[in-house]
């Protein structure tokens, strides 16, 4: 199994961009999928300094309905009209960073509900033989303080986004899984409650951000979610990669907690998995 990143947002592998964005090309059982696809086109362009063909994708899995990781996909579509793209089907709905001060569209470009080779996802969905999504992680334990923020447009009233509509990518080979979530807006361990739920045991990896990134900075309460989190980690059999929305400061906290466990994928760089 191959994983490479193709853009986040810290410097990487020489040459290759950065952005507020996440997307990750995967290699397995004879597929080639693209998991998100950043906030703007960059991806593309790193993907061709990283020598991948993104025409050959066959399959592509957009986490959640955020622009930072399906703001690349009408790019995409234009290089490649013959992969399949897998949705979930409340990722179409529009939403929002609001607080007092401000209020910013944070959904999909709207156009990319017209794409034809799009796959609107409700519930569970096995893809192909390996290739598998999932949703509806719905606990609450250690929630990320940072989603009070986000928020869901009905009408016009905007109500706590519940995320909903975001989906997790669950790789098999030779009898090893891998997850991939986006932003694990809903909190990696409730993902991982549900994960268990289905397949009865842990994954060997994780690749995910975390959403503990805080522009306003970490009180003590934020502190104390991200030490839990990564001790409650630490339990596990399985190794983590991270990056993205989990922040630099939240990812020294919870390295200094889970040590070789958790590693940070920087911009262009491959997860070599040991397995």
Known sequence: MRIQNLIENTEGAAGCLCEHGLSFYIEAGGRKILADTGASGAFLTNAE?????LSQVDTVIVSHGHYDHAGGLLAFAERNRGARIWINRLAAE???HKNNTMERYIGMDPRIKALPQVEWVEGDRTIDQGIFLFGKALGRRLWPGGNRELMRKAGDVFRQDEFLHE???????????????????????NILDRYREIFGDMPEAVVSGFHMSRKSGYGERDLALIRE??????TLDTRFYTGHCTG?????V?????????RYVHCGEEIRLPF
């Open 94 to 96: 529009p939403y929002y």
């Open 254 to 262: 919870m390295k200094e907690e889970m040590g070789e466990q958790l």
């Open 49 to 53: 300094k990283l020598g991948i063909d």
């Open 248 to 252: 630099e400061i939240p990812f020294q």
């Open 167 to 189: 989906q997790y990518l669950v790789v098999e080979e030779n009898g090893k899984r891998v997850l991939v979530s986006g932003c694990a807006h809903n909190g990696i361990l």
């Open 229 to 234: 989190t990564a001790r409650e980690l630490k």
